[in-house]
């Protein structure tokens, strides 16, 4: 059993930045793919971002594509998502991920799902 718990959110303003970290435990956290999706108020939640057990690949939505960056430290167990330029509709909850593939992982088929951290863009 993986456990993720998520930190750095908060509110920023429109143009601003933020990194999200995500700590795990409680299994072998190199052999996850790991990700993040954010869901905001009234809509579905959403993939944002995904990386390989290695580290060596990366995934990103559309929408998030050249701001976000996703990145691991095996060594340390941990996940973390640099938000730059943000915008207001990137205010969501961000939930931390770990599945046993990337396709699972973006395909929010991952096994373990933190509890969310709130990120709040203001205009």
């Known amino acids: 059993q993986v456990q993720l718990v998520e930190s750095g959110g908060g509110l920023v303003q429109a143009g601003g930045s933020l990194r999200l970290s995500c700590a795990a435990s409680?299994?072998?956290?190199?052999?996850?793919?790991m990700g993040w999706f954010r869901q905001a108020p009234g809509k579905e939640r959403e993939f944002v971002a995904a990386?390989?057990?290695?580290?060596?690949?990366?995934y990103y939505a559309d929408s998030v594509k050249g701001r976000f960056s996703i990145s691991r430290a095996n060594g340390k167990n941990a996940v973390s998502l640099q938000m730059n330029s943000l915008k207001p509709e990137d205010t969501a909850v961000y939930y931390c991920?770990?599945?046993?593939?990337?396709?699972?992982?973006?395909?929010?088929?991952?096994?373990?799902w933190g509890q969310g951290t709130q990120v709040t863009v203001s205009s």
């Open positions: 991920v770990a599945g046993g593939s990337v396709a699972r992982v973006t395909a929010a088929q991952a096994e373990y």
């Open positions: 990386i390989s057990w290695s580290g060596g690949n990366t």
């Open positions: 409680g299994g072998t956290f190199s052999s996850y793919a």
